[in-house]
């Protein structure tokens, strides 16, 4: 009997309080990659997006917008299956440098980028 007394009288535990959710911010200084557009290249080739070109010198100078070289560095998007003998060296996500004038600009969904053959990338970065 004493058992049973001991269980009808013993306190029960108050109900946890829910912890309010936490808010994660954003880091302001972070990197966005490039969306994976809709289209996948065919064979050697690969889809960059290119780099934001320069607006200032290391001296601090602004560069106006006719004197802006084009970039050549860019991020890989999307890349094809590689031709039958030579496998891909490149995959989606390197950062790539390329030449000069590489690549065909195309656009697509509204965003800009560059589709070349893999042996036009000059390095992975």
Same mark, same amino acid.
């Given at each position: ?8 009288? %013993?306190?029960?535990?108050?109900p946890?309080?829910? %912890? ?54 860019? $991020? ?19 950062t ?18 560059? $589709?070349?053959?893999?042996?036009? $990338?000059?390095?992975?970065?």
């Amino acid at each position: 009997m004493d058992g049973d007394m001991k269980k009808s009288t %013993a306190k029960k535990a108050a109900p946890k309080k829910a %912890a309010a959710p936490k808010t994660i911010s954003k880091p302001k200084n972070t990197v966005t990659m490039a969306t994976k557009p809709n289209v996948t290249p065919l064979h050697d080739r690969v889809i960059v997006k290119a780099a934001a070109a320069e607006e200032k010198t290391a001296g601090g100078i602004i560069i106006p917008d006719t004197a802006k070289e084009k970039p050549q560095r860019g $991020i890989v998007v999307a890349a094809g299956p590689g031709k039958k003998d030579e496998p891909m060296t490149v995959k989606a996500g390197d950062t790539v440098l390329y030449g000069k004038y590489a690549g065909t600009e195309i656009q697509i969904e509204g965003l800009d980028y560059l $589709i070349m053959r893999e042996s036009d $990338i000059l390095a992975i970065v």
